[in-house]
């Protein structure tokens, strides 16, 4: 039999994990999110990991860590092991950017403040991340292995290779891209001496043995470099994903603070209850019968991924209602 291929895995028991970013707090549409990727584990007998997403640092506030993880408690989840953060320890990143250098496959590159904290952060929907072609690969480039990633004034990329990335995704279904075509030579390491994102998440997944990413579909177009990157550094199959639907404003836009505080930390601080919060996600995510408040344990039970809504879901004012005063919202989402 040849190698798993991706979204195959071969592990006796599947991992997931919980990875929040303390730069913002949770919203309904992200807790959405944590919430079917918890329901699904527990339906499923996975492994929960949680793990903070913290090197985005000058993003992240005093406390920001801590109000995340009593937040996530507060709706009920729990989980059964802790990672580090990321900051903790950034020797995994630097031996894995090691790899790619040896295999003379990243070239170092100047960028703006706003490309860094692109390359810092989760891609989001909107964000228009402009191509990088191999035409502005220095002329330096394959011209012996390159070294000094980590100097903090140089930034470095991946010279990415023409060539359809397919993957089946567990709810989108089947999927292809060609990341040289759609986003080029993409960064890996930053000028402030950190991994981007996609290294990132790469490494920390291999080294907990995730099989199973649940997320936003706004990540959809990152599974395929990903892949690329577990492929250049031998980490085995990857993860199933499972990319969600989005829950968005009024204005079409995914749900973030321009709608207004949609924060969780403010509808708690009114007096809204968790399993207030709770039923508004499940009415959104399939589960039948009139809006009505229950627990993280209760959504479990009474989810079902097969009949979650396929669209993405607009957060309207008959939801606040529902949130502050108990008011059923309309089943028109």
Sequence with gaps: MG???????????????LAPSPTGAL??????TFLVNWALARQRGWRVILRIEDLDT?????????????????????????????????TPYRDAMSTLANLGVVYPCELSRAQIEAAASAPNEGDHEQRFPPELRPASFRQGKPTGFDRAEVNWRLAVEPG?????????GPQSRDVARTVGDFVLWTKRGQPSYQLAVVVDDAR????????????????????????LLGLGPTPRYTHLPLVRGPDGRRLAKRH???????????GVPAERIIGLIASWSGVAGPARAMSARGFT????????????????????RWLIRGTPPEHDT
Excluded: C
């Design 3 to 17: 190698s798993p291929g991706p979204g195959q895995n071969t592990q006796a028991q599947a991992v997931t994990r």
């Design 27 to 32: 919203h309904p549409g992200n807790a959405r």
């Design 58 to 90: 000058p993003r992240v506030k005093p406390g920001a860590v801590d109000e995340t993880i009593d937040t996530l408690r507060w709706l009920g989840l729990d989980w059964d092991d802790e990672a580090p953060l990321q900051t903790a320890d950034l």
């Design 164 to 172: 359809l990335v397919a993957f089946d995704d567990a709810f989108a």
């Design 208 to 231: 907990r043995g995730i099989t199973e990413v649940v997320r936003g579909d706004d990540l959809l177009g990152s599974a395929a470099r990903q892949i690329l990157l577990y492929r």
């Design 260 to 270: 207004g505080d949609t924060r969780l930390t403010h509808y708690r601080a009114l």
């Design 301 to 320: 039970e009474a989810f079902d991924i097969s009949t979650m809504p396929r669209h993405d879901i607009t957060f309207t004012e008959a939801h606040e």
